[in-house]
């Protein structure tokens, strides 16, 4: 699975340089940590055993569910799954949906880069936690890559569905276990009018549509194997309350990812199958989990290795290859993203935004 950064908090930014080195508060992590590597373990194991592990993908995806919320209370942290739960159901099958179409790399990117602005539009509107579209491009990307033909479309949709709702599950059991009041998910109301409103809203639904646009773009021409990295990591450094935080998320994605190939060339050399790939998935989750919220380059160290291994897990490729990919991709993404940032004027300042 791929994290995305936490949220920025109100405060002085650190500079991007200095933010590599800024550790944040605790926060509760190992809650977050369990559910989300239950959430992801149970999907993938069943699959796995069954012999299925073409469909690991869609419950990947469906699983991503439990990340959202990590701080609010169970009532409010349901809603919320709930409303990003149906999203992430629905990149899923648009993905597999687009996987079937001719033309596919080329439609990959201009209908991923219309995602990522619809939504940044929807994380905005419903106060989604972590803000923004990455969760929807990447699912919806990777999906688009796996060969399908239409009759999967009903068949990825329903297991990232039920992987959905196992995480809705997993949530509400770890409420009761903590004795949480029990009561129904507070689904929140979606503010699509004061989202489009706000200052600098166009503008920035623009900035993902261009950023995204051209990063999936220049790696789908130049023939690079995975163009959605390069989408990835253009989202990631479009997020955040000012240009300082999004540059810094643009670095530190940069310089963990480079660190992170370090630890993923050993696990991938290693080349760990069936189950105990599985398992390996889980603990990198677990561990990204833990420290995300607390540096996101730190958390690429175990990010950037549990996306390499989901890949793996399903079609295995030339390790070598792949790494160089990863990097190039996601530096490509990153410099896009900042050099969209720079042109385009932001006057969206002081608000958490995707």
């Known amino acids: ?13 650190p500079s991007p340089w200095r933010s590599l080195l800024v550790w944040g508060p605790y926060r509760g992590a190992h809650r977050v940590a ?9 999907p993938l194991l069943v699959l796995t055993l069954a012999g299925r592990l073409e469909l690991t993908p869609y419950a990947a995806f469906g699983a991503f569910t439990s990340l959202y919320g990590r701080q ?9 799954q709930v409303v990003a739960g149906g999203f992430l159901t629905v990149a899923v099958t648009l993905g597999v949906a687009a996987s079937a179409a ?5 439609l990959v990117v201009l209908l991923g ?87 600098g809203a166009a503008t920035h639904l623009v900035r993902h549509v261009v950023a995204l646009g051209v990063a999936g ?28 935080s999004r540059l810094a998320r643009g670095l530190q994605r940069v310089v963990g990812t480079l660190l992170g190939l370090a ?25 990204t989990e833990l420290v995300v919220g607390r540096n996101y380059a730190v958390a690429l160290l175990f990010i950037t290795p ?28 990153a410099a896009v993203g900042a050099v969209v940032l720079l042109v385009v004027p932001d006057r969206r300042a002081g608000r958490v935004t995707g």
């Open 113 to 199: 880069a219309l995602l990522g602005a619809a939504g940044s539009l929807a994380s905005d509107a419903y106060r989604w936690h972590p803000p923004g579209p990455l969760f929807l491009v990447f699912a919806f990307a990777v999906c688009s890559t796996v060969p399908a033909g239409l009759t999967t479309v009903p068949v990825a949709a329903g297991v990232a569905a039920l992987s959905v709702l196992f995480s809705l599950l997993i949530s509400h059991l770890g409420g009761v276990a903590r004795r949480e009041p029990w009561g129904r998910p507070d689904l929140p109301s979606p503010l699509f009018v004061d989202a489009w409103s706000a200052p």
């Open 34 to 42: 369990l559910r989300a590597g239950v959430s992801v373990l149970v």
């Open 102 to 106: 001719p033309g596919t790399r080329w």
């Open 263 to 287: 630890v993923a060339a050993p696990v991938l050399l290693w080349g760990p199958r069936g189950v105990v790939a599985v398992l390996v998935i889980v603990g990198l989750q677990v561990l």
């Open 72 to 80: 609010h209370g169970r009532r409010q942290r349901a809603g919320m």
């Open 1 to 13: 699975m791929n994290a995305a950064p936490p949220a920025s908090r109100p405060g002085p930014t």
């Open 217 to 244: 773009a220049v790696a789908t021409a130049v023939g690079w194997v995975h163009p959605y990295w390069a989408m990835v990591a253009a989202v990631t450094v479009l997020s955040g309350p000012d240009l300082s």
């Open 306 to 333: 549990l996306a390499l291994m989901m890949g793996q897990l399903v079609h295995p490729a030339p390790v070598r290859p792949l790494l160089e990919d990863r990097l190039l991709e996601t530096v490509l993404g």
